[in-house]
């Protein structure tokens, strides 16, 4: 019953033992490993729970509806599902009521997903470890700042996340490519055993990707069967989700509590400095709910991270929690992306067949220029390979019917000889930090919780830039090697000269970051705050670099780090 | 030549049965409208007449198809126009296709009616007749010139954007059905074992690969 005189804000006298925040990636792993080390977990999800058998769009067909996986209102007509009606939920560039901004001349968009699993549901399930140059890129060449961690002290816990995760791939003694623990891969698809000829013909390593899907049974989950749509999550479990592999196998423990459809609001610090409770607003309630507790760890994605830190302000830590150095915000990366098509006349007459795969490029190309003297630009990227006979969707014909024109069997003839004639190539390389690029605390505007939004400043240097005029060149050297011609550009948010736009490729990261110095980093090589020691962070906000691998295994074993690190420290009653 | 969809005769795309279910008698009926309709030869009582026959001689199971947003000669324009940029995407529901995500969109639907209207309107002015009941020639007139991006006049201007549009969501209608599925060849979407290429492509890529 409603009281005039009662408090808005609930607070519950329990205290809990470790309120994780985020459950994707790296929330999902501090589950995992603490629930096991038999610490208490209270897990807060800004989204609702997941269903896979429900929520799961796997195995259907756009005949299956009515609009044809248009949506109903043909919302992939109007841009509103980036990554098509079928990706698994959820993920969006712009949430209803949740906004973002960017400065004035700033472009950055920031993928988000609220829900159990987090982006972990959909994401391409490539699985990269970081290579030794990686944690020591101003050992390397000078640029941007040593990690407070060695590839020799991250490679155990690399060991521990790809054995229990599943992930497949070749051993290959390339060293911008370490080796893993690795299962079969499959064989390449009929294009990619013509890209690997071109790519070795012109000197670049083309070998597995490596990719979190299990190609035997694992730890219960049975081995892929071969769909190839990943991206709309896998009700096998068949490839790595924190939401299935991680947090539902983590709740059979008993350790584990989950508060869904919570959006965090800050975390709360008391008389001694500590952090004593977590603020978040119930959703479904529009009320504030103030939960204590001993320790808590970050997981809420790298900008919501730094988001929740800058607004926990108070009279001790007036620019925001952990943040005396000012770097929280500070040092946001996000990958370089550019991408080409073209067009391989003689593919129009091979045999269709069943080029399904698993979902996402069965080759990679790791960075093959590391040793060369006097390049243009610092640091690498690697490559990641499209095409085959993908599902037919809406959208998939728009490209032939602009080239071709016309109607009539003509049209769909030309139509149906075009289906598999493409290969795409996408760069992934690595940004250096700048001073330009960062997040921060937007004064005029809160979200529909009353929180206090994130403003983006986001600008490309040089070194990106002459970068993606190297992707350019070597795509096309590639092409034309496979005896094809370049047909256009490939990745859709991009700017004039065909970067991608800041954000889009969704490795954003660096904003909490760690060092062994508290006056030039938030947090310590444990990812444990300088500052508040039962504070720690275990998403990709720590990261120091951004190197051309993608961030997610990297994710899972710092966090499976930190998780060791505060069981034992909570043990010692240090924390 | 594929039937294009008529509101009064076909149940909605997802729950219509595979052409094949049909009656053969009835195929050949709908067939032979639709070839009339496209040579413009039969008369609009005479289709009337058809149409009453046919959903007569329907298996009594079949629901009509109840428009959602489009009027009947939208939908019938729609039907026909999209037939004629993909054959068979009539019979792959981009008529009932395109009125479902009309009656959730009215951006959406306002480019339809008003290229219909634009449409009709050009054909009017050339020959007096509504683009449905135009004869296939004077369809071909029309079209030949919005067709291609080459044609851009002022005046042409919004036919050559309706038809772009007309075409993708042609396109993507056909393509997305089971007819349309097979036709560009299409094999995935299955449980495998063990994920292989066969020999015989294998083969034609060792033969054609110039690396």
């Known amino acids: ?115 159990l699993g987090g982006r972990t549901n959909h994401y391409g399930r490539i699985t990269l470890r970081f290579a030794d140059y990686d944690f020591q890129p101003r050992s390397f060449d000078g640029l941007g700042d040593n990690w407070p961690v060695t590839y020799d002290e991250i490679a155990p816990y690399y060991d521990k996340a790809e054995r229990f995760i599943g992930v497949c791939g070749s051993r290959e003694g390339i060293r911008s490519a370490p080796d893993g623990q690795f299962m079969t891969p499959p064989p390449p698809r009929a294009h990619e055993v013509v890209v690997q000829r071109a790519s070795r013909s012109l000197g670049i390593p083309c070998i597995p990707s490596r990719m979190s899907i299990i190609t035997k049974n694992h730890n219960g989950r049975p081995a892929c069967h071969w769909c190839g749509e990943c991206g709309r999550g896998c009700i096998t479990a068949s490839n790595y989700s924190s939401s299935q592999v991680q947090i539902m196998p983590a709740l059979k423990t008993g350790n584990v509590r989950i508060i869904a459809n919570a959006m965090a609001r800050e975390v709360i610090t008391g008389p001694s400095g500590k952090v004593t409770a977590v603020s978040y607003v119930d959703k479904a309630t529009r009320t504030e709910r103030q939960i204590r507790c001993r320790a808590v760890v970050l997981a809420a994605s790298a900008c919501e991270s730094a988001r929740l830190l800058l607004n926990s302000r108070s009279p001790r830590h007036p620019n925001g929690l952990s943040n005396a150095s000012g770097v929280v915000g500070r040092y946001l990366t996000d990958t370089v992306g550019y991408g080409l098509s073209g067009r391989i006349p003689y593919f129009a007459g091979m045999p269709r067949y069943n080029a399904d795969g698993y979902g996402g490029g069965h080759l990679y190309m790791p960075w093959w220029e590391l040793e060369k003297k006097n390049k243009e630009f610092p640091r690498g990227y690697h490559i990641e390979i499209g095409g085959g006979y993908g599902m037919p969707t809406v959208g998939s014909t728009h490209g032939s019917c602009r080239r071709h024109e016309g109607y009539g069997e003509e049209l769909k003839k030309k139509i149906i000889a075009d289906y598999g004639v493409t290969v795409g190539f996408s760069g992934r390389g690595e940004m250096i930090p700048n001073q330009d690029t960062y997040c921060e605390i937007d004064p005029n505007v809160a979200d529909r919780w009353g929180i206090p939004v994130l403003r983006f400043h986001f600008q490309w240097s040089d070194h990106e830039r002459k970068m993606v005029k190297h992707m350019h060149q070597t795509f096309t050297a590639l092409i034309e090697r496979m005896g094809g011609t ?79 690190y505060l069981a034992e420290e909570m043990r010692k009653g240090n924390v | ?163 772009d549009l007309a075409r993708r969501i042609a396109s993507d209608a056909y393509f997305t059905s089971r007819e349309g599925v097979k036709a560009i060849g299409f094999m995935g979407n299955a449980a495998l074992p063990e994920f292989k290429v066969p020999q015989e492509v294998l083969d034609y890529v060792n033969k054609h690969s110039p690396v």
């Open chain 1, 1 to 115: 019953m409603y009281h005039h005189g009662m408090p808005q804000v609930i607070r519950t006298p329990e205290v809990h033992d470790v309120v994780v925040i985020g459950s994707g990636a790296g929330g999902g792993t501090v589950t995992h490993v603490l629930a096991n080390l038999g610490v208490k977990v209270t897990l807060i999800e800004a989204g609702p729970l997941l269903n896979p058998a429900r929520d799961y769009k796997e195995h259907k067909m756009p005949y299956d509806y009515d609009h044809r996986a248009a949506g109903p209102a043909g919302e992939s007509y109007e841009g509103k599902y980036p990554f098509g009606f079928f990706l698994a939920p959820n993920g969006y560039w712009d949430i209803d009521g949740e906004p973002y901004t960017t400065a004035p001349g700033n472009k950055f968009r920031w993928f988000r997903s609220r829900i």
């Open chain 1, 486 to 564: 370049v047909s256009g550009l490939r990745n859709p948010e991009r700017e004039g000269d065909g970067i991608s736009v800041g954000g889009s490729i969704i490795h954003e990261l660096g904003t909490v970051r760690m060092g062994n110095d508290r006056n030039t980093s938030a947090l310590n090589k444990y990812c444990q705050s300088h500052e508040v020691n039962n504070l720690f962070v275990a998403d990709a906000a720590p990261f120091v670099s951004n190197p051309d691998k993608n961030p997610t295994l990297t994710i899972n074993a710092m966090a499976w780090r930190t998780s060791e």
């Open chain 2, 1 to 163: 030549m594929s039937d294009p969809i008529r509101p009064e005769e076909i149940a909605p795309a997802a729950s219509q049965p595979e052409a094949s279910a049909a009656p053969a008698h009835r195929r050949d009926l709908l067939r032979a409208i639709a070839a009339a309709a496209l040579a413009g030869s039969l008369s609009e009582e005479a289709a009337a007449q058809v149409h009453q026959h046919v959903a007569a001689a329907k298996p009594s199971q079949a629901v009509p198809y109840k428009l959602k947003f489009l009027n009947a000669h939208e939908f019938e324009t729609i039907a026909v126009l999209s037939e004629i940029i993909i054959p068979g995407a009539g019979a792959a529901g981009a008529a009932p296709f395109i009125d479902l995500l009309s009656s959730n969109n009215p951006e959406f639907a306002a480019r339809f009616t008003g290229g219909i209207l634009w449409l009709d309107h050009e054909c009017d002015q050339r020959f007096q007749t509504s683009f449905l009941a135009a004869s296939a020639a004077q369809r071909a007139e029309v079209l030949d010139l919005i067709a291609y991006r080459k044609n851009r006049t002022p005046a042409l201007g919004p036919g050559i954007e309706f038809f």
